[in-house]
Structures are given as structure tokens and as C-alpha cells.
């Protein structure tokens, strides 16, 4: 991608999310705004320089506009417009920032402020716009740091401090801006109600500790916890399912698997190569449909009651490119371009992002992998702003972008930076 002069070439202009406009600002017709963005390298980069000069329009939310911008354009592919700032009153000029994000591709920001180089740090979606940064490790010591990353500001703040350190941790999000932290290192197997502007407070313990649990939400205040690692590292046949606060475990042995949102209550993927629906009553129901046998896979609940289920390692210890859709009664499968484990995948309207992760040889990866969601099918794989072995990464609520973040470099150092996925 680069920036091309030509005369007067046309510039897709999407806002993502409606403007703060008092009651009495009436029509937004003729709002005077400048564009800004700045390329490196067909990266976005911060921070954002002029691309063209103030023009006026009328700016419907969601809607492409065509805009001419007098003698700078990219030449490819569309771009994404997100609006940041507000109109103080009906009649005022107001500048705006426009900032442009080219769709269907990654956009890095590697020098933006506010949060530091990280691995094993977690990312959470808030409310609109927003998305939690907790934990992780910086130089070798845990952190007992939060951080908020905020779409309207581009940029990232201090949130309260947890309880204690997290980092290779599991935070569900239970509403309400109350995130339910679980396992990883730091102290053993304690749990935390984090709020970001007021802190944590205790909300009991597991059984024993887990690095990197999954879990989900069951309903009426409850979830379930589990499916992770050793605090080596490896996999442990004694971790197994938990219910959250009331307690009790289930017979299911899946260090190594995932928990996600099912259609009604929860889905645990076991290594051993079975789907086990939990309803909200406590009920196990298998799935007819099995899955391929690996553990170390990424995972995420497909929309349609069932479970997407990427990568990992088989049986053998070696990296696949297996992608599986597996639902109660059927299955689907397809290719990745490269052998990924250790992945994170965030769906998205139409497909899913595939994030990161480490190839057959070890190597932490520098890629992501866009998924149809309706074949399976690769749509290509896209360029991070450096490698990412066991990456944070969530949808932004109310934006069409991913964000992603933390991580583990090539010699394990903690990754910087962010990159932008804008959803197709």
C-alpha cells in the first residue's frame, strides 16, 4: 500500500460509531473536518499526519461517503474512516479526526504510548469502544497493572490496580464492566473481581493452579473454569472443569482444551477429541460429532450453537493446519495456510481472525489467518507488527476491528505496539 498523488481520486469514508451531538445540534450537514492519517510502509502509523485539506459533507454513521480529497489518495484497497471528536453546537466548525484504517487488512501502531512491551497479558472487551488490558509480564516480573484501551482516543490508560499480579491468566468478562480473573502465574489459585475503575477484591479459588484456563458464562451469575495447562507449562490429567461461585468440579479431564460460549450454556473441547455441551442446568451432553484429538488449539463459538476449533498440536507433538467447525451433529473442516498452535481467535461478521501463535518448529509467528466462516476457506494471511506466541486479542465492542496485543517474540521477549484488524 502507498500513497499515491493523482488529481482529485475518490476516498471511501465509513464512520464506525455516531458522533456525541448536544440535543440541539440538529443536522450534521456541513460539519468542516480534516482527514488524517500517515503510512510507513503500508502501516498505519501513530502519530497521524495531514493527508488532505478540510472538506464538508454529510456524515451518516455506517454508511460509505465518497470524498474528494484534492491531490493525495491511497490507491488500494478501501479505507475505513472512524470518527473521533464532537460538535459543540449547531452551526460550529469542529475538527475532526478521521482516522484511516484499510479494510481487511492489519493496521500497526509499534510506538503508541501507554502500554508497555507485554506477554501473557489478557484483553477484554468493555462497553463500546473499549477494551481491558490486564497483567502480563514485563523484564521477568509479573505485572499488577491494568490498562483500558480507548478506540475514541486511539490510545491506551491507566485502569485500577488488581488485586494482586496476574499474567497467563483467564478474564471473563461478566458484564457490567466486572471481569472474573482465574489461574495463571502470579499466586497460586486464587480468583478476582476486577473493576477498572475501582480494583479487585477476592471471589474465592481453584482447585488447584492453571496456567492459560478458558471459561464461559453459564448464566445467573455463574461460569465455568478450567481446561488449562500445568504450571509447567504442560498438560496435567488432574485439571478438569470447575463451576464459579458455587464451587463443585465435573469428572471431565481437559487440561490443555478450551471452554467457549455455547447456545445454551457452555462447550468444553477435551484433547481426547470430544465436545461436551454443559447446559445451564449442569447437564453434560456429548456431542455426536467428535474432534480431532490435539491439544494447545485455538477456539471460538461459532453463532450456531456449535465450536471452531484451529490448529493446536496431535497427538504426536506436531503442529496442524486442521480447522474444524464442529456442531452437535455435524462437522466441517478446512486448511490453514500455515501450522499454527497456541492461536487466539476472535470472530468476526463473516469469518474469523486467526492470531499468532508458533509454527512446527517453534517459531513464534508474525501472521494472522482470515477464516471464511461460511466455507472454512483461507482468506489470507496478514502481516502483525512482530511475533506473537500466545497473543491477547478481542473485537472492540461497537467498532468492526480487532485488537491485538502482548505476546511472546522470536526468543521469547514480550511484544510491543498494537495492530488493528478492520473487518471486511
Not at 454443559?278 to 463459538?301: K, Q
Request: net charge negative; with cysteine.
Amino acid at each position: 500500500m502507498v500513497v499515491m498523488a493523482c488529481s482529485s481520486r475518490p476516498l471511501s469514508v465509513t464512520l464506525l460509531q455516531p458522533p456525541s451531538v448536544p440535543p440541539d445540534a440538529g443536522t450534521l450537514a456541513g460539519l468542516e473536518f480534516s482527514l488524517t492519517a500517515a503510512w510507513d510502509g503500508g502501516r498505519v502509523n501513530a502519530p497521524a499526519q495531514s493527508l488532505g485539506r478540510g472538506f464538508s459533507l454529510e456524515l451518516p454513521v455506517g454508511v460509505p461517503v465518497d470524498v474528494e480529497v484534492d491531490g493525495v489518495a491511497p490507491a488500494a484497497p478501501p479505507w475505513r474512516g472512524e470518527w473521533h471528536g464532537t460538535i459543540s453546537s449547531l452551526g460550529s466548525s469542529s475538527e475532526l479526526s478521521v482516522l484511516m484504517l484499510p479494510v481487511g487488512f492489519i493496521s500497526s501502531f509499534p510506538t503508541l504510548s501507554g502500554l508497555p512491551s507485554l506477554s501473557g497479558a489478557s484483553a477484554t472487551p468493555l462497553d463500546p469502544g473499549r477494551v481491558l488490558i490486564l497483567g502480563g509480564v514485563v523484564n521477568g516480573g509479573i505485572q499488577q497493572s491494568a490498562w483500558i484501551y480507548d478506540q475514541n482516543l486511539v490510545s491506551f490508560v491507566p485502569a485500577a490496580v488488581p488485586a494482586r499480579p496476574w499474567a497467563y491468566h483467564l478474564a471473563l468478562p461478566l458484564g457490567d464492566d466486572e471481569v472474573l480473573l482465574a489461574g495463571g502465574d502470579g499466586e497460586g489459585t486464587s480468583l478476582e473481581l476486577y473493576f477498572p475503575g475501582d480494583g479487585g477484591k477476592s471471589a474465592g479459588s481453584l482447585s488447584q493452579p492453571q496456567w492459560l484456563p478458558s471459561g464461559a458464562l453459564l448464566g445467573a451469575g455463574r461460569a465455568l473454569l478450567g481446561c488449562g495447562r500445568a504450571p509447567d507449562g504442560g498438560l496435567s490429567s488432574s485439571i478438569g472443569v470447575e463451576g464459579w461461585p458455587d464451587g463443585g468440579s465435573f469428572p471431565i479431564s481437559c487440561s490443555g482444551g478450551q471452554i467457549v460460549e455455547g447456545a445454551s450454556g457452555a462447550l468444553v473441547i477435551v484433547p481426547a477429541g470430544v465436545v461436551l455441551s454443559i447446559g445451564l442446568d449442569g447437564s453434560e451432553t456429548p456431542f455426536e460429532t467428535p474432534v480431532t484429538p490435539r491439544s494447545g488449539f485455538g477456539a471460538a463459538a461459532d453463532g450456531q450453537g456449535g465450536v471452531l476449533v484451529v490448529g493446536g498440536f496431535d497427538d504426536a507433538g506436531v503442529v496442524t493446519r486442521l480447522v474444524e467447525d464442529i456442531e452437535s451433529h455435524s462437522q466441517a473442516s478446512g486448511q490453514l495456510d500455515t501450522p499454527r498452535a497456541d492461536v487466539t481467535v476472535v470472530p468476526f461478521d463473516g469469518g474469523y481472525l486467526v492470531v499468532g501463535g508458533v509454527d512446527e518448529t517453534g517459531k513464534a509467528l508474525a501472521t494472522a489467518q482470515i477464516i471464511s466462516g461460511s466455507t472454512l476457506l483461507s482468506g489470507g494471511e496478514l502481516a502483525l507488527s512482530q511475533p506473537r506466541h500466545f497473543p491477547a486479542a478481542a473485537q472492540i465492542p461497537g467498532y468492526r476491528l480487532t485488537l491485538i496485543v502482548s505476546g511472546q517474540g522470536t526468543n521469547g521477549e514480550p511484544a510491543g505496539g498494537l495492530d488493528l484488524f478492520a473487518a471486511p
